[in-house]
Structure formats: structure tokens, C-alpha cells
């Protein structure tokens, strides 16, 4: 199983971007996904959450801004960034819970990482 991860980037404050993860391979059921970021000097961070079913949680610091959403025929989740602040310069990191045979449980994965940027 492989989550790979797309759409940073360099932007000004204010700007809008959006990221996307795709999980490929020997797939049964995907649960949770969601989005963490990881600044400089910082532990990384929940920034939004989305379940199998559509429900969302996201940090406080995003909430307004950001909207995360899932195609679940595609195996893809996405953050869309608006109101873009260079305290959100991090590497956003996308993650997933999943069931892959044969292994009879969910196993949390990770992608490699995408890097955004926004300059004041």
C-alpha cells in the first residue's frame, strides 16, 4: 500500500491551494483519513480529519479555512486551503487506516510529505 501525496507548493498570503493522496495497492476498505502537517522545530499536527462516512474534524487554527473531502471510488482525500498564512508553512503529510488483506485489521498509513509554503 502506497499514499502518495500532491499539490504543494509556493504561495502568497491569502492564496488558496490544494492537496490531494491517493492510496494505491492491495486495498479492502479505507476508514479514517486525514491530513497532518509538520513545521520546523514542531511535532506534527492533526490538521483535518474525514471519516468513511463523511464526518470532519479539523484543528482550530484551520477551521473556516480549510475543507477536506474524500472520493472514496478513488481511494483519495484532499484539503483544500483558502486564506492561506505563513504560519500554515508546514510539510502536510497525508494518512489512512487501512484494511488490506490479509491482515484482519485496519493499519495506519502514511504518504511521503508534500511541502506548502506561504510567503507573507
Known amino acids: 500500500v502506497q499514499l502518495q501525496a500532491s499539490g504543494g507548493g509556493l504561495v502568497q498570503a491569502g492564496g488558496s491551494l490544494r492537496l490531494s493522496c491517493v492510496a494505491s495497492?492491495?486495498?479492502?476498505?479505507?476508514?479514517?483519513m486525514g491530513w497532518y502537517r509538520q513545521a520546523p522545530g514542531k511535532q506534527r499536527e492533526l490538521v483535518a480529519l474525514?471519516?468513511?462516512?463523511?464526518?470532519?474534524n479539523y484543528a482550530d487554527s484551520v477551521k473556516g479555512r480549510f475543507t477536506i473531502s474524500r472520493d472514496n471510488a478513488k481511494n483519495t482525500v484532499y484539503l483544500q486551503m483558502n486564506s492561506l498564512k505563513p504560519e500554515d508553512t508546514a510539510v502536510y503529510y497525508c494518512?489512512?487506516?487501512?484494511?488490506?488483506?490479509?491482515?484482519?485489521?485496519?493499519?495506519?498509513?502514511w504518504g511521503q510529505g508534500t511541502q506548502v509554503t506561504v510567503s507573507s
Open positions: 494518512n489512512a487506516d487501512i484494511l488490506r488483506p490479509p491482515v484482519p485489521r485496519y493499519n495506519s498509513y
Open positions: 495497492g492491495s486495498i479492502f476498505s479505507i476508514n479514517d
Open positions: 474525514i471519516t468513511s462516512g463523511g464526518n470532519t
